[in-house]
């Protein structure tokens, strides 16, 4: 196997098994074997072939050409072996709701998974509580009661606990909620959002209020701006990149199984919608191992893709799973996630600039294909195993729809680890550098991109002198000499202007089931106007849900990125 010096401390550090003194007992070729068996023993229920199947789940896994969310690869044959990244549990409003959940959060969380919440639901401050007669403390007192938890959880767990924390833009106590984070040692272990309605952004269109709504009474308890809470969410987002937006109707028009309940929270990085207690597992097809210059190798992908969905349904019936009420929920809808990494190194193998019409389009030619195949192969499974249990009544409960295995088949993930693993571009975010920083045995290295350092010696522009400034600035911009095409082929997330950054996102949800894992990267000089842009933007292009990050900005957490050790 050819793994990089990143991806094999990544493993050594976190994934590969170990006994009880902690002692490393396998090699990552050792630890594919063992997911691909885990994952392939499910077949035998279905009459699938076991021997077959392990072996082409193992040969995917180990080409690097295909890898399943991080609490796969690191759980899978384990006692409790919880296998699915995404949760989403229900926060109502009573003291036994709240912290049962907590618990069910603490069980998640120990499992590796991340879980979303809506905190909507909640009374607002200063709200009567009957039985004590006293006043509630409201949403963010229990959100901040949920980070403390999560802080202690987290030491013993095998990744970092994340958390996504959602209130609705019509809670009463939504300014309190936006200002949190400006703080940064609050809700360090949360990314926020707000659930923003189509009746706020029409207030914001229209330079008009909106009313705000006690959500146990029902009530309408008065009326703000839609400009006034705007500017206070941009303010904060632009300080500290929280809180994001997710487009709550929106996600919900694109609910497969209404009947069941609506949608108010996402997973932790926004990529997955998820009804209470629903799960699902996420993998990702590495594009970089597809370029077939001028194209893609659509025979190979298209074969991979329906392994992988494969791979992906059998996953949920390996699943040990924290709760039976998970279980039954994730077992009812099947939803997984099939998306992309290596986007931006396709791009550059290609020579297309990410920023280009061309790459828009291929992206929405990759996506569509990768959606179409990932859904027959979702038919096809349907054909042997049935449609997902919960089929009666969904979307696809119609003349002329497919009768799936999967209530969701897509889902771009922000591929934080799985990226380093597959030693490719994260999900499909642009270069964030040229260069960065490698530390190995207490030494700090800088390494060169290496789609770049070839790409420089076939276009004949590279030198020692170039490559020594690239070391230290990151970006060909501003260097001169340098051709301008290789200028644009090679900008980085901070040069791509916002318009480039979202084009790209709408391009993959236009064919996505789910959402798509995407950070709008700002340049440090970015102003609050900016971010204001990029807001309104997002919702015109018709996207879930939107992130921003200004370079330099305060963040009290990195959890839309992972760290390396
Ligand atoms: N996630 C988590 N903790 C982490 C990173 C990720 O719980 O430290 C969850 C979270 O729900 C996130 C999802 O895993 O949305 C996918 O994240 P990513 O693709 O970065 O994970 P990877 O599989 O690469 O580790």
């Given at each position: 196997?050819?793994?990089s010096?990143n991806a094999l401390?990544?493993l050594?550090?976190?994934?590969?098994?170990?006994?009880?003194?902690?002692?490393v007992?396998e090699t990552?070729e050792?630890m594919?074997a063992r997911l691909a068996?885990?994952v392939a023993?499910?077949e035998?229920?279905?009459?699938g072939?076991v021997?077959?199947?392990?072996r082409?789940f193992h040969e995917l896994?180990?080409s690097l050409k295909?890898l399943?969310?991080?609490p796969?690869?690191?759980?899978?044959?384990?006692?409790e072996?919880?296998?699915?990244?995404?949760?989403?549990l229900?926060?109502?409003?009573?003291?036994q709701s709240?912290?049962d959940?907590?618990k069910n959060?603490?069980l998640?969380?120990?499992s590796g998974?991340g879980?979303g919440f809506?905190?909507?639901?909640?009374?607002?401050?200063?709200?009567?509580?009957?039985?004590?007669?006293?006043i509630?403390?409201g949403p963010v007192?229990?959100m901040?009661?949920?980070n403390t938890?999560t802080d202690?959880i987290k030491q013993?767990?095998?990744?970092?606990?994340a958390?996504?924390g959602i209130?609705?833009v019509?809670?009463p106590?939504?300014?309190?909620f936006?200002?949190?984070?400006r703080d940064a040692?609050?809700?360090a272990?949360?990314?926020?959002s707000?659930?923003?309605?189509?009746a706020f952004?029409e207030a914001?269109?229209?330079g008009?209020?909106?009313p705000?709504?006690?959500?146990r009474?029902?009530?309408?308890?008065?009326?703000?701006?839609?400009?006034?809470?705007?500017?206070?969410?941009?303010?904060?987002?632009?300080s500290?990149?929280?809180?994001g937006?997710?487009?709550?109707?929106r996600?919900n028009?694109a609910n497969?199984?209404?009947?069941?309940?609506?949608?108010e929270?996402?997973n932790p990085?926004g990529?997955?919608?998820l009804l209470?207690?629903?799960?699902c597992?996420?993998?990702?097809?590495?594009l970089?191992?597809?370029?077939?210059?001028p194209?893609?190798?659509?025979?190979?992908?298209g074969?991979?893709v329906a392994t992988?969905?494969?791979f992906?349904?059998?996953?949920i019936d390996a699943?040990h799973?924290?709760?039976p009420?998970?279980?039954a929920?994730h077992?009812?809808n099947?939803k997984?996630?099939l998306?992309?990494?290596?986007?931006a190194?396709?791009?550059i193998?290609l020579?297309l600039?990410?920023?280009?019409?061309?790459s828009?389009?291929l992206?929405?030619?990759t996506m569509?294909f990768v959606r179409d195949?990932?859904r027959?192969?979702?038919?096809?499974?349907?054909?042997?195993r049935?449609?997902?249990?919960?089929f009666i009544?969904?979307?696809y409960?119609a003349?002329?729809m497919p009768?799936?295995?999967?209530?969701t088949t897509?889902t771009i993930?922000?591929?934080?680890?799985?990226a380093?693993i597959?030693?490719?571009?994260s999900?499909?975010?642009?270069?964030?550098s040229?260069?960065y920083?490698r530390?190995v045995?207490?030494?700090e290295?800088?390494e060169?991109?290496?789609?770049?350092?070839?790409?420089a010696?076939?276009?004949g522009?590279?030198?020692?002198r170039l490559m020594?400034?690239?070391?230290?600035?990151?970006?060909l911009a501003g260097?001169p000499g340098v051709?301008?095409d290789?200028?644009?082929l090679?900008?980085t997330?901070?040069?791509?202007?916002v318009?480039?950054?979202?084009?790209m996102?709408?391009?993959f949800?236009e064919?996505?089931?789910n959402?798509?894992s995407?950070t709008?990267?700002?340049?440090?000089s970015?102003t609050?106007?900016?971010?204001?842009?990029t807001?309104?933007?997002?919702?015109e292009k018709?996207?879930?849900?939107?992130?921003?990050?200004?370079?330099g900005?305060?963040?009290?957490?990195?959890l839309?990125?992972?760290?390396?050790?």
């Amino acid at each position: 196997m050819e793994l990089s010096q990143n991806a094999l401390k990544v493993l050594e550090a976190r994934y590969l098994l170990r006994d009880e003194e902690g002692r490393v007992i396998e090699t990552p070729e050792q630890m594919f074997a063992r997911l691909a068996r885990v994952v392939a023993a499910t077949e035998a229920a279905y009459g699938g072939e076991v021997p077959l199947w392990e072996r082409r789940f193992h040969e995917l896994l180990g080409s690097l050409k295909f890898l399943p969310n991080s609490p796969a690869i690191m759980n899978a044959g384990k006692a409790e072996g919880q296998l699915a990244a995404c949760f989403v549990l229900p926060v109502e409003d009573s003291m036994q709701s709240i912290f049962d959940t907590l618990k069910n959060a603490a069980l998640i969380l120990q499992s590796g998974g991340g879980t979303g919440f809506s905190f909507s639901q909640l009374r607002p401050k200063a709200d009567p509580v009957r039985s004590t007669g006293g006043i509630a403390s409201g949403p963010v007192s229990f959100m901040k009661i949920y980070n403390t938890a999560t802080d202690v959880i987290k030491q013993g767990g095998a990744r970092r606990g994340a958390n996504m924390g959602i209130l609705r833009v019509d809670h009463p106590d939504i300014l309190e909620f936006i200002r949190v984070k400006r703080d940064a040692v609050e809700l360090a272990n949360f990314n926020i959002s707000v659930a923003v309605t189509d009746a706020f952004m029409e207030a914001l269109r229209t330079g008009g209020d909106y009313p705000l709504v006690n959500p146990r009474s029902h009530k309408t308890v008065g009326s703000i701006a839609a400009a006034e809470v705007f500017a206070e969410i941009v303010a904060s987002a632009w300080s500290t990149g929280d809180p994001g937006l997710i487009f709550i109707d929106r996600i919900n028009r694109a609910n497969p199984t209404p009947l069941l309940g609506s949608f108010e929270s996402t997973n932790p990085c926004g990529e997955q919608p998820l009804l209470p207690y629903e799960a699902c597992v996420l993998g990702s097809l590495n594009l970089s191992r597809y370029a077939l210059p001028p194209g893609l190798d659509w025979a190979a992908l298209g074969r991979d893709v329906a392994t992988a969905v494969r791979f992906l349904d059998d996953t949920i019936d390996a699943n040990h799973y924290p709760l039976p009420a998970i279980e039954a929920m994730h077992k009812g809808n099947r939803k997984i996630g099939l998306g992309v990494m290596g986007w931006a190194d396709l791009l550059i193998l290609l020579g297309l600039p990410y920023n280009d019409p061309r790459s828009f389009a291929l992206a929405r030619q990759t996506m569509r294909f990768v959606r179409d195949r990932a859904r027959a192969a979702s038919v096809g499974l349907a054909e042997k195993r049935g449609v997902f249990p919960n089929f009666i009544g969904s979307i696809y409960d119609a003349e002329g729809m497919p009768r799936v295995r999967n209530a969701t088949t897509t889902t771009i993930a922000p591929t934080g680890t799985l990226a380093t693993i597959a030693d490719c571009s994260s999900g499909i975010e642009p270069l964030f550098s040229l260069a960065y920083q490698r530390r190995v045995l207490e030494m700090e290295f800088t390494e060169i991109n290496r789609h770049f350092l070839d790409s420089a010696r076939k276009g004949g522009f590279y030198s020692e002198r170039l490559m020594a400034q690239v070391l230290r600035r990151g970006t060909l911009a501003g260097i001169p000499g340098v051709p301008p095409d290789a200028v644009r082929l090679f900008q980085t997330a901070l040069e791509i202007p916002v318009e480039g950054h979202l084009e790209m996102q709408a391009a993959f949800q236009e064919y996505t089931d789910n959402a798509v894992s995407k950070t709008v990267n700002l340049p440090e000089s970015a102003t609050e106007a900016d971010v204001a842009r990029t807001y309104l933007l997002a919702y015109e292009k018709g996207v879930k849900g939107v992130t921003v990050f200004r370079y330099g900005a305060k963040k009290g957490t990195l959890l839309r990125f992972e760290d390396i050790d």
